[in-house]
T-cell receptor
């Protein structure tokens, strides 16, 4: 079956521009997660959606970052007024939304801010 | 809340063994292990449950010591394909979020 799909796979943009990153989770998965991975670093939690509940935004680094999930499926992570420190790989994962279930990761979007 | 992994990196020859540790200061419900190869997405290996048994993925096994809030990943008779960065993710049971460690980079050489 189809896995987690992310687009674009690569994005290069100028400092100050806004960017939108898309994640299409595995069908039927109610939980969706966004992580940021800087070069050679670990997985930094950004935001978590579970069903119709209010998202857990506790990991968003600043108010320039926002995310939404429409219809309980596709999610978009938006970064406004990008800065060079935003350069990283942004990973999306989904899971069935139950305890003890693995997260399935997409291939990520590599974001480069010039 | 982020678990602490050790060591940060390990270099092995094919056939050698290694242990990666993951420790948390908080009570844990489960521990997940993932492996990420360079330029690829993290891939799920196994979940260790509170009160559960030791788990195994090929020749990689793991244990969970609830009292110490620590999980250990055992790479036995390592193969070249084991190279990558191993992450532990800890789950507290109150939600479905994972807190990931900084990762342990494993390099297996012929």
């Amino acid at each position: 079956g189809a896995g987690v799909s992310q687009s674009p796979s690569n994005k290069v943009t100028e400092k100050g521009k806004d960017v939108e990153l898309r994640c299409d989770p595995i069908s039927g998965h109610t939980a969706l997660y966004w992580y940021r991975q800087s070069l050679g670093q670990g997985l930094e939690f950004l935001i978590y959606f579970q069903g119709n509940s209010a998202p857990d935004k506790s990991g968003l680094p600043s108010d320039r970052f926002s995310a939404e999930r429409t219809g309980g499926s596709v999610s978009t992570l938006t970064i406004q007024r990008t800065q060079q420190e935003d350069s990283a790989v942004y990973l999306c994962a989904s899971s069935p939304g139950e305890v003890n279930q693995p997260q399935h990761f997409g291939d990520g979007t590599r974001l480069s801010i010039l | 809340q982020q678990p602490v992994q050790s060591p940060q990196a390990v270099i092995l020859r094919e056939g050698e063994d290694a242990v990666i540790n993951c420790s948390s200061s908080k009570a844990l419900y489960s521990v997940h292990w993932y492996r990420q190869k360079h330029g690829e997405a993290p891939v799920f290996l196994m979940i260790l449950l509170k009160g559960g048994e030791q788990m195994r993925h090929e020749k990689i096994s793991a244990s969970f010591n609830e009292k110490k809030q620590q999980s250990s990943l055992y790479l036995t008779a390592s193969q070249l394909s084991y190279s990558g960065t191993y992450f532990c993710g800890t789950e507290r049971g109150s939600d479905y979020k994972l807190s990931f460690g900084a990762g342990t980079t494993v390099t297996v050489r012929a």
